[in-house]
């Protein structure tokens, strides 16, 4: 019989990737889906007909009790969330109650059903967790050991599903594992987010349809992956006999100017770096254009300065190792903006 899961979060990058592995992995894949009319519903039926839709919200704890009774899962990823940390800090009392509370309501779920002892639980947690304060320990990284300071609302909702999930596991028994995951991107990240933003912008210039991109500070360090690697960790965790909290993480750290600067490369732009602060400019180096400025907006209240990983844990227990590395990551953005955006003109 085939292993059935459930995931919330099926519209969103990681829900795309997951629901890909799971069905090549011959599981019935369930999506929690929110809404009465998501624009994003077509596309999974489009793209991905395999996967079983059921109506449903995390604030919503009947619904997930109803998608427990359909889906009957052997294994659950939680990943909806309000996942944009720069929106947290504008609604932040939805972001408790979805990133937050909604972990609280999905493992009420588990419990409703009597699934203690049959239903494996995911939980995404995050790096933001730890707010990039207490760094100190260059070259090593934040490991499962290391203090939580998290800096923005949603980081700490994540921490109140962090805490939720290991106290369900502690006291009640349930297989539940929580991935504290760093930054991974790819192909289906959202135009919101800075990489994704930066390399739509940089296939709009190529192609004439954009003079240049504005974006917020240049200088906050991320361990960016790729996600099509981080769901096979996902799933990896759910296999294990125990459950357990495992960092997934390059071990790399890259400045966002250092993105900018490689994703102008794939189109050919050599980008030189003039003015200070609020008046810093990209320049085209051939052509003396302007094609990136800094945008006051973009800032947040306050910053996570630098997020990097030590994976070694999930590495050695797990197996897993990240495939995609930095520059590999860009030139794939990038190619699948261009290839995107060119059908499109
Ligand atoms: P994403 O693309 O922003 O997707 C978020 C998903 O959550 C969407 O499918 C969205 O559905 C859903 N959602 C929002 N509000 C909901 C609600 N009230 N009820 C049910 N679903 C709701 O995020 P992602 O990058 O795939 O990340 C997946 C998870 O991993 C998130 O929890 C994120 O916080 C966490 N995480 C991500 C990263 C990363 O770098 N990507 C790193 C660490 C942790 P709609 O279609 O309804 O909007
Ligand atoms: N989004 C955005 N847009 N970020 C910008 C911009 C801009 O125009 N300009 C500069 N940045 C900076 C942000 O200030 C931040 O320091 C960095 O780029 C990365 O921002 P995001 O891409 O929005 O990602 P994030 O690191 O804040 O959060 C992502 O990773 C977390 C894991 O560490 C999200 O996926 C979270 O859901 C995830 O938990």
Not at 335 to 341: G, I, P, Q, R, S
Request: overall charge negative; charged content about 25%.
């Amino acid at each position: 019989m085939a292993k059935s899961a459930l995931i919330t979060g099926i519209t969103g990058q990681d829900g795309y990737h997951l629901a890909n592995l799971l069905n090549e992995k011959g599981y019935d894949v369930y999506g929690l889906i929110r809404g009465q009319q998501n624009p994003k519903r077509d596309r999974v039926i489009k793209e991905q007909p395999f996967v079983k839709l059921i109506e449903g919200d995390l604030t919503d704890q009947g619904s997930l009790i109803r998608a427990m009774q359909i889906a009957k899962p052997e294994e659950v990823y939680n990943l909806g969330a309000i996942s944009h940390v720069g929106h947290s800090f504008k609604s932040p009392q939805l972001t408790a109650d979805v990133t937050g509370k909604g972990v609280l309501n999905i493992l009420e779920a588990i419990r409703a059903v009597g699934g203690e002892k049959t239903i494996r639980f995911y939980q995404a947690s995050t790096s933001e967790m730890f707010g990039g304060l207490d760094y100190n320990r260059p070259g090593v990284g934040y490991d499962e050991n290391s203090l939580f300071h998290p800096r923005s609302p949603y980081g700490v909702a994540k921490l109140y599903g962090h805490w939720i999930t290991k106290n369900y596991r502690e006291s009640y028994g349930i297989h539940a594992s929580c991935g504290i995951l760093f930054n991974h991107e790819g192909d289906r990240r959202g135009v919101e987010f800075v990489t994704r933003k930066i390399t739509n912008a940089v296939a709009r210039i190529k192609l004439g349809k954009q003079t240049h991109v504005e974006l917020g500070n240049l200088d906050s360090k991320r361990d960016w992956g790729y996600a099509g690697d981080y769901v096979e960790g996902m799933w990896r965790m759910l296999q294990q006999d125990k459950p357990d909290d495992y960092v997934l993480a390059t071990g790399e750290t890259h400045t966002i100017r250092e993105f900018c600067e490689l994703a102008f490369a794939e189109i050919g732009i050599k980008l030189e770096w003039q003015g200070e602060d609020v008046n810093e400019v990209g320049i085209d180096a051939a052509t003396d254009k302007t094609v990136l400025k800094i945008n006051p907006d973009f800032f947040r209240p306050a910053e996570v300065d630098i997020l990097l990983g030590n994976p070694a844990k999930a590495e050695e227990v797990l197996g897993w190792k990240r495939k995609v590395d930095f520059p590999g990551l860009v030139k794939l953005m990038v190619e699948t903006d261009l290839a995107l955006e060119g059908e499109v003109i």
